[in-house]
């Protein structure tokens, strides 16, 4: 099992920056693929960005594509999610994923284990 405990977000005003964090535990964090999903209130859970093991590679919605960045820190078994100039559609709860797969995915079936989510409200 994975435990994964998100952190980091709140309100902020567009054109703000946040930066989110999921702190891992349980198992062996480097063998892992890490994603961030969001959920919008009355909206299907949309993929947000993914790192591989490494930190090699990423992958992003064309949605967050030069605004967000996912990054991770194997030795604090950690990954976050930098945002920048954030919009009222950013609106959202957000979800850690760790994913055992051979390759980075972007759908949610790519991931066994999941946070809570932390809450992120951009106003206008």
């Known amino acids: 099992q994975v435990q994964l405990v998100e952190s980091g977000g709140g309100l902020v005003q567009a054109g703000g920056s946040l930066r989110l964090s999921c702190a891992a535990s349980g198992r062996t964090f480097s063998n892992y693929n890490m994603a961030w999903f969001r959920q919008a209130p009355g909206k299907e859970r949309e993929f947000v960005a993914s790192?591989?093991?490494?930190?090699?590679?990423?992958v992003y919605a064309d949605s967050v594509k030069g605004r967000f960045t996912i990054s991770r820190d194997n030795a604090k078994n950690t990954v976050y999610l930098q945002m920048n100039s954030l919009k009222y559609e950013d609106t959202a709860l957000y979800y850690c994923?760790?994913?055992?797969?051979?390759?980075?995915?972007?759908?949610?079936?790519?991931?066994?284990?999941w946070g809570q989510g932390t809450q992120v409200t951009v106003s206008s």
């Open positions: 994923a760790a994913g055992s797969g051979l390759i980075v995915v972007d759908t949610p079936n790519g991931y066994a284990y």
């Open positions: 790192i591989s093991r490494t930190g090699g590679s990423t």
